[in-house]
């Protein structure tokens, strides 16, 4: 929020010419009939994306010629605002020309690139980049219907940010690499969520498979555990100073098995940890004696020194045993 | 021709409005709290504004009726200063609205239920107003207030606010309306029906933009918002904004002088444009019982045409209108109105809102039919809604995944 957001409600303002242009007479707008194409010995495709009730609807005609798959002609209808006109137009235009494989790799960023009237500027403004994503979306499930596959086998990799593009794999990665906490840096560093919002949380303007929040959450869960994990594997090495605080009980507890507990046993007694306390020169364990050891007169220096000393050796030099 | 028909958003301001402003700009600029002569020279003028605004809503002298900056600033005086007195200087916690108030009143309810205070937010029926009996099933011990809008801004509709009042006040509870749409199109006469608090803005009937009022039934306590110079009796600070009272005053007497013919006026024209696009069109259909709605509102939903397209088709046209569609918006998010309403999801895509004023001409409602067909009959020959080849196999839409 600065000087140039003091203004709002200028969205058309932010219309490419040429998005206005096509608004207003777009070129390939219309219908393509099965005796047209069976005429020319072509195939019909029509194939449908979006809905009334949803706000977006977009309908692709192809005529394609079978003998090489190259799209001879191609038109569209489209229940949607001035920019979804627009986008759909453009991509009707993509297509002609082209070969069926070739059609499918056109992305709404390329649609988006073309409707711009110099490279430098968005064509619309981000809310409304939504809108050619549909442009993309029909056009796989045209290409699906001609092909006889199945629309889903031309994406290799999953997208969990349609307007920009951005793949749950490059999420994933973006966020570890960068160290990245909030969604906001996540737009900053890769756009997605930067457009229609969508995904960013369930409850935006199209439900999503995925969403920012969960990958986030995710991905900083996996970061947690392993950055514990990473502490755990550095104490079995004997790294003590650094252990959490349930490590060092826990390593002072196995050495306390291995070496000691044995020998209290053996004269009836036995003790526990209590607490440990972190101080720059020392670590403090408070231990408790039980059953006989309670109460016995080496329990405040021999059988002491002897707990003290294999903690000593074992651990940290840093430790003091401290018996209350 | 130019025609303007978004005179629910603001209104021209009338000439003559602009005329009786003038003087207070560079001939009559003192201060009205100055003792010299240069000050007290706009005591009649503004004297005469408050006679102007208390009659047009037929107040008592016991009352108040405050200048304010705008409505915008009267709903959040009576939303955070009841909150202030009676929440957190009293033993209530709760207050009710509807789903369908302007964000002014919408906003500060989510503001104040971040602070802890619940809100209940009253559903509208298929007309999209709320019934009398839903506001008393809603009412508690624990209630502080109860704001509801007079008439909404996107269909026109008129609640039952009389009946309202009647329940606030046996139930002791009370009663703010956000009367921005009523007040100058519709009779508000408060010797009659009981409101504690009504907020009105003079935009909305040809006077100028950036100044309102709240009427505060019987003077009664209201923390203010505004604390200073203790201007306008000490209940709102702030040096009076001399030009834009008297410019109120004048706009709201003009707008309540024989306001049942003004109505009827307005509402001919409104219903003449209403009964052609229904004719004239298939496929289209108007929100709410004409008999219930300010007389100068349409909400019309044309099928097969979304609304932003059909809002560009009609400013190519110099037509300016409204629509709630979510892709017209800054968020995407559909208009909260149209999807309360609920009688159609496609209402929140399709409704475009035509709203007249007492300057509208017969000859712009003849452009305006004109001009309106033809926009949705281009629009329909885009839309896939009206396409004639079929999908071919496998090929059909998917239901609508998106969120409403």
Known sequence: MAKNDLLGGSLWDQYSNKVTTLMNNPTNQGEITQEECDAAGHKLIVADFGAESCGDAVRLYWEVDPKDDTIVSSKFKSFGCGTAIASSDMMAELCIGKTVQQAVKITNIDVEMALRDDPETPAVPPQKMHCSVMAYDVIKKAAGLYLGVDEASFEDEIIVCECARVSLGTLREVIRLNDLKTIEQITDYTKAGGFCKSCIKPGGHEAREYYLVDILAGVRHEMDVEKMQAAADAGGHGDFETMTLVQKIKAIDAVIDESVRQFLIMDGGNMEVIDIKDSPDYIDVYIRYLGSCSGCSSSTTGTLYAIESTLKEKLSSKIRVLPI | ?404
């Open chain 2, 1 to 404: 021709m130019n025609v303007y028909l978004d005179n629910n958003a603001t209104t021209m301001v009338d000439p003559a409005v602009v005329e009786a402003m003038m003087p207070f700009f560079s001939e009559i600029y003192g201060n009205p709290s100055s003792l010299h002569r240069y000050g007290t020279a706009s005591h009649p003028a503004i004297t005469k504004a408050i006679n102007q605004m208390y009659k047009a809503i037929n107040a008592s002298d016991k009352d108040d009726v405050v200048f304010t900056s705008c409505a915008t600033e009267a709903n959040n005086w009576v939303l955070k200063s009841v909150w202030i007195d009676k929440i957190l200087h009293g033993e209530k916690n709760h207050i009710v609205t509807t789903e369908i108030e302007h964000p002014s009143v919408l906003s500060t309810c989510k503001f104040l239920e971040d602070q802890g205070v619940k809100v209940t937010y009253l559903p509208v029926n298929d007309q999209g107003i709320v019934e009398a009996h839903t506001v008393r099933s809603f009412i508690t011990e624990k209630t502080a207030l109860v704001s509801i809008m007079w008439a909404n801004n996107e269909t026109g509709m008129i609640f039952p606010i009389q009946e309202i009042g009647e329940i606030c006040k046996e139930k002791g509870v009370l009663f703010h309306t956000d009367a921005v749409q009523a007040v100058g199109k519709i009779p508000v006469d408060l010797s009659v029906v009981h409101v504690d608090f009504l907020s009105m803005s003079a935009h909305k009937f040809h006077g100028p933009k950036g100044i309102g009022a709240l009427y505060i039934r019987e003077s009664q306590k209201l923390t203010p918002l505004l604390h200073g110079g203790e201007h306008m009796g000490g209940r709102r600070s702030g040096t009076l904004n001399v030009p834009y009272i008297v410019g109120m005053g004048k706009a709201i007497e003009i707008a309540t002088e024989n306001i049942e013919e003004k109505m009827a006026a307005i509402a001919a024209k409104r219903d003449r444009l209403e009964d052609a696009l229904l004719s004239g069109l298939t496929d289209v259909f108007t929100v709410g019982d004409r008999a219930n709605r300010t007389p100068n509102t349409i909400l019309i939903s044309i099928r097969g045409v979304e609304g932003e397209g059909m809002l560009w088709d009609l400013n190519n046209a110099l037509i300016g209108a409204s629509t709630g569609s979510a892709c017209a918006s800054e968020d995407l998010e559909a208009n909260s109105v149209m999807l309360a309403i609920g009688a159609d999801n496609e209402l929140a895509h399709t409704g475009i809102r035509l709203s007249l004023s007492r300057f509208t001409t017969d000859a712009e409602i003849d452009y305006v039919i004109e001009r309106f067909e033809s926009a949705v009959s281009r629009l329909r020959a885009i839309s896939s809604s009206y396409a004639i080849v079929q999908p071919t196999a496998g090929g059909a839409a998917a239901e609508c995944g998106i969120h409403h």
